[in-house]
């Protein structure tokens, strides 16, 4: 779901942000002026808040000045989705540096709670083929519609970020990986089955590989129960479930290898011209969501007349130019040397699995839920860095 609508879609978002601004602003001036408590910055939290800061402010005066000078036009409520979503970036810094442990506490709560809702409905979407009106699939033809959606706008955005939350959750509450192996062929069964329906190859295959990474044992262990569950239900139904489910294995296959469709091609394509923009746009970006006007000026029938970029990284580039799109992949290697440095492999693997999932979405922009997670992530290697201090200087 768009969560910043404007019109007829005025969302609570846009309602509540700026109490919640204010809220957590006083509670920030007063652990920090009154009662004068000690607020370390680490430094990937403050080269994090520069990146926003420059990412924003640089955006809104290309979008001003191409708007002035050369007559650009951009959508009101595409400016207002940017301010909204800058401020809720903000926001999260306020919550963190007012009460780390209950700003991770709430989230990690939250986030298990819309993992299971979030599947509840995914799965009665698979059955019932009914979505929201903001799912593309609201008013598709009927076969088209037992892809889950839940409150996103396409199959795709929702298996990203319900991907996102899959690896989150069993890095939170599994550190020490002594989850049972009935109770994670479960979640992997329930989590596969929704994201396979998804049609969502990128979200399948990071989910693949993020268990193979953390459990690989246990995933081969669930893989032969999975023969064998399949193996019993060969006997007890209908060879016409047998063959079904064998072209389903086949498609899937096809899926995997991204073979016999057209969108790999096309996605190179439109990353060439997303590439091709840097000199087009002289290095500084063409403004607020500019992207979809961009690809629609570029006379190319390779692109099948798709005219989203199916890149955050490529977005960033078309939009905000060249030293937003360095600064925005420095800041995610820093996250991974950081991490792997501090022998924190669980995080630096979610980290570089999230820049996968980035290049799922068709646009994911205002998916405000993929900067909350790189926002944690931010501050979960910020913490890393103030335990490694203290163990490095407790040693002495």
Known sequence: MNAFGIGPNLYPLRLILPIIII???????QKSILLRKKIEVQP?????????????????IVSFLRHTLCGYNYELNSILNFTFLFG?????????LSNTKKFFKIFNCVTLLFYFLYGLYASYEVISGNHLPTSDLFDAPYWLRYSPTVVY???????????????????????????????LFVMIFFHLIIVYYSQSRISLLVSLLFLGFR???KLAYS??????IFLVGITVFEPNWYMQFLDGLKELKTDLLFSDRQSTSIRLNLYK??????????????????????????????????????????????????????AFILLNIYLL??????????????VFMLNILLFSSSSSLFIWTFYLFIFIYICKTAQHQIKSKINYYGNF
């Open 88 to 96: 809720l970036i903000m926001t999260f810094f306020l919550t963190y």
């Open 223 to 228: 893989s032969i129960l999975s023969v064998l």
């Open 153 to 183: 706008y396409n199959s795709n955005d929702f298996a990203s970020i319900f991907t996102l939350m899959f690896m989150y959750l069993l890095s939170t509450y599994d550190k020490k990986k002594t989850l049972s192996i009935l109770w």
């Open 337 to 350: 040397i950081q991490n792997i440095f501090l022998k924190k492999y669980d995080l630096a693997i979610q």
């Open 273 to 326: 011209h997303s590439i091709l923009s840097i000199f087009s746009s002289y290095g500084i970006g063409y403004g607020v969501d500019y992207s979809l006007q961009f690809f629609q000026s570029v006379n190319d029938p390779n692109l099948s007349h798709i005219i989203n970029p199916h890149s955050y990284l490529f977005e960033i580039l078309i939009n905000s130019g060249f030293i937003a799109f360095i």
């Open 44 to 60: 990937i939290l403050f080269f994090s808040l520069l990146f926003f800061l420059y990412y924003f402010s640089h955006t809104y």
């Open 215 to 217: 459990y690989p044992f």
């Open 23 to 29: 809220y957590f602003s006083v509670l920030f001036f």
